[in-house]
């Protein structure tokens, strides 16, 4: 069983106001990850190790700032991989999430995460290309570790319906990333918010984004 260290469980438990249920359901999510990850490689082998600081609050982090749209909204996370950060935003309590990612592998893993953590009711997960995906009028695009900024959105705005706006886990070129989006025509209003898990790292929020 994966351990979660004190400050990782406090942070949970303080910070997110997350029941025992919900613990218990990352738990499981968390020991899935470690079973499968021999098999299919789901998360970087120098992370596997401590998959609740690297990848469940890295992900479970985005969840303040998705609050307007958690119960009713559609929230759609691009090359979700093993689930970061789409099955922990759906366990922790998002109605309604779709995770895009064309590897079988891991939507078969996405499949098996969704019915073990008991949200398989509130997501959908599309083996499809983002590129060739049916659009899905998104409330919010989330991604983390995916594509460049540009790309992202070249990708994004088909699948973002009007209103909609971009909730981002960027590492620490995203300063370069913004003046290449904006440098290929893109314009938008940004907000960005200090990660809790990368130092370099940040949660960065798109709104307004036309071209």
């Keep these: 069983m994966q351990s979660i260290s004190?400050?990782?469980?406090?942070?949970f438990e303080r910070d997110l106001n997350v029941s025992r249920e919900t613990l218990d359901r990352l738990n499981h999510y968390a020991d899935l990850v470690v079973k499968w990850q021999p098999r299919i490689n789901i998360v970087g082998a120098s992370t596997a190790e401590d998959v609740w600081a690297r990848h469940l609050q890295d992900s479970a982090q985005l969840w303040p700032y998705l609050q307007?749209?958690?119960?009713?909204?559609?929230?759609?996370?691009f090359g979700s991989g093993a689930g970061f950060p789409g099955i922990v935003l759906a366990i922790l309590g998002a109605g309604n999430v779709t995770m895009m990612e064309s590897n079988?592998?891991?939507t078969v893993f996405l499949m098996e995460a969704a019915r073990v953590c008991g949200v398989l009711g509130h997501t959908e997960i599309a083996r499809e290309r983002i590129e060739a995906a049916t659009p899905r009028e998104a409330d919010v695009i989330t991604a983390r570790a995916f594509a460049?900024?540009?790309?992202?959105?070249?990708l994004g705005q088909r699948h973002l319906k009007?209103?909609?706006?971009?909730?981002l886990l960027k590492g620490r070129a995203f300063e370069d990333e913004l003046a290449d989006a904006r440098e290929a025509g893109w314009t938008f209003d940004v907000t960005t918010h200090?990660?809790?898990?990368?130092?370099?790292?940040v949660?960065?929020?798109l709104k307004g984004v036309g071209r």
């Design 68 to 77: 307007d749209v958690a119960a009713a909204g559609k929230i759609v996370d």
């Design 162 to 167: 009007a209103g909609g706006h971009y909730v």
């Design 148 to 154: 460049p900024l540009p790309k992202l959105l070249e």
């Design 194 to 201: 200090a990660s809790l898990v990368d130092p370099d790292g």
């Design 203 to 205: 949660v960065l929020i």
């Design 104 to 106: 079988t592998k891991k």
């Design 6 to 11: 004190a400050p990782v469980k406090t942070w």
